[in-house]
């Protein structure tokens, strides 16, 4: 249903929901990436935003709250399914760049998913 809106709406939109993913709230943060499950299947124009998205999906393996984080494990397994053959550096650097990241947590989830 939402990729009927067409790119534009896609590209109206990505910058809100990347916000809210990080938002305080986390019932928000939880819903705003769950929107991010539809997303990888229903826009063509979504590989282009890997680098972008893939970064905080993987903060959301870390999240406090277990809703994040299975939610975000939802959204990068759909990643890694749909764009690993399409697009592997695409998923594999910004994996890469948080393998580095401060927090112990991200870090963790980052060197597993490169296993």
Do not use: W
């Not at 009927?4 to 993913?21: C, Q, R, S």
């Not at 998205?53 to 870390?62: C, F, K, T, W």
């Not at 990068?76 to 399914?81: E, F, H, L, Y």
Request: proline share 5%; with cysteine.
């Amino acid at each position: 249903m939402i990729s009927v809106h067409g790119d534009a709406y896609f590209d109206t939109n990505i910058n809100t929901i990347v916000a809210k993913a990080g938002d305080k709230s986390p019932a928000i943060r939880e819903a705003f990436r769950g929107v991010l499950v539809f997303l990888p299947t229903s826009y063509e124009k979504f590989v282009e935003q890997l680098p972008r998205l893939v970064p905080i999906m993987i903060e959301g393996l870390a999240d406090e709250e277990d809703a994040v984080r299975k939610i975000s494990m939802r959204n990068v397994k759909i990643c890694v399914k749909q764009f690993a053959k399409q697009s592997p550096m695409q998923l594999v650097n910004p994996v890469m760049l948080k393998m580095f990241a401060e927090d112990y947590r991200v870090r963790h989830s980052a060197s597993q998913l490169m296993y």
